[in-house]
Every structure is written in structure tokens, then in C-alpha cells.
Nanobody
């Protein structure tokens, strides 16, 4: 099982940028698809973005297309979510996720899902 640790959250003004990192550890960490979800208190966790193990294919929620970019560095077992043009509605706890297939990450959860502990992103207006 892969272990995930997020970093990079914080407070940013509307229109600003933040970069979230997800450090993965485990013997087969580089073979997992990686993704990001977010959750506002009292609401369901939502899919944000996903990338396959090779970095070839990426997927985004409509609400973040054109503003967020997901990438990965398999040499460092790290996933990145670059967030630009941030809006107040982007405020949430962001969770890194890993799964055996990128298609599984398009679902809120799955049998083989691993989660990070979450990092708070707050966009102030």
C-alpha cells in the first residue's frame, strides 16, 4: 500500500496561485495513478484532477479546467497540483489520492484507494 503526504496548502487572495505537493512512499509508488480531491465541511468529497502512472493522461473536473494543472515526477515519487486564478469557491481541504488505475480515480472512492491527510486551501476575497 502506498502512503501519501500532502504539503503546500495555505491562504491566498482571489486570482492568486498555490502549488500542492503529494509525496508518495512505498515499494510500488510510481506505478499508481495519482489524483486530487477536495472537500468542504458538510459536503461530499469532490474529484478535482487525476493523472495516470506515466503522466501521459490527465483528467480534470469542469470547475478547474484551464486553471489547475496536475503533474508528477516519478523519479521523486511526487505529484503536483498547480492551482492558478484561484476563486473563493476553491476553498476546501485538498486530499491527494492514489489508486491502481486512473479510471478508478474518477470515482469518489474505490477498493484500492489510498488517501493523504489533507491540506487546507483558503482563497480570500
Amino acid at each position: 500500500q502506498v502512503q501519501l503526504v500532502e504539503s503546500g496548502g495555505g491562504l491566498v487572495q482571489v486570482g492568486g496561485s498555490l502549488s500542492l505537493s503529494c509525496a508518495a512512499s512505498g515499494r510500488t509508488a510510481s506505478s499508481y495513478a495519482m489524483g486530487w480531491f477536495r472537500q468542504v465541511s458538510g459536503k461530499e468529497r469532490q474529484f478535482v484532477a487525476a493523472i495516470d502512472w506515466s503522466g501521459t493522461n490527465t483528467y480534470y473536473a469542469d470547475s478547474v479546467k484551464g486553471r489547475f494543472t496536475i503533474s508528477r515526477d516519478n523519479a521523486r515519487n511526487t505529484g503536483i497540483l498547480q492551482m492558478n486564478s484561484l476563486k473563493p469557491e476553491d476553498t476546501a481541504v485538498y486530499y491527494c489520492a492514489a489508486d491502481t488505475a486512473v479510471q478508478a480515480l474518477l470515482q469518489v472512492t474505490s477498493q484500492h484507494r489510498a488517501w493523504g491527510q489533507g491540506t487546507q486551501v483558503t482563497v480570500s476575497s
